[in-house]
């Protein structure tokens, strides 16, 4: 049973609201019971689902990866948007330096380096979307 207090032209109205059959309501106003019937039932809204691939790698696995010219391409871990990108192509990291920073599931999340490199290319810009996977950045 859904409850409403109204206020029309300064008078107090409230209404109890109890379905009782698919296109049926029963209507409570101030006391006074209602039968109404509805023209078409009402639609519920459904929830959308989540769908992810099945994981196939351990936690920390994918992120970087040689590629066939012997760099690493830095992969999205989940899908996100691109907030801060911290390094340029020609600097060299240290492993553990922070090269970018994305959002994903309302969460910042710092990009490392797994290892010391240097950049070679940046696929990515700032507010960027990305996908799992999708690659970011290229380290020599």
Do not use: C, W
Request: charged share 30%; aromatic share 2%.
């Amino acid at each position: 049973m859904k409850t409403f207090k109204f206020i029309i032209k300064g008078q107090k109205y409230d209404i109890a609201v109890n379905e009782t059959d698919e296109n049926q309501l029963d209507v409570d106003v101030n006391g006074t019971t209602y039968k109404v019937e509805v023209e078409q039932a009402a639609t519920s809204k459904k929830t959308p689902k989540l769908v992810r691939k099945p994981v196939s790698k351990k936690p920390g696995e994918g992120k970087l990866q040689k590629s066939q010219s012997g760099g690493h391409k830095v992969k999205a871990p989940l899908p996100g948007s691109i907030m801060k990108i911290n390094v340029q192509p020609g600097d060299t990291v240290i492993k553990g330096q922070t090269l970018l920073v994305m959002e994903a599931m309302k969460m910042e999340n710092n990009i490392q380096a797994e290892k010391e490199g240097t950049i070679a290319n940046i696929k990515v810009k700032e507010g960027d979307s990305v996908l799992q996977d999708d690659i970011l950045l290229e380290m020599e």
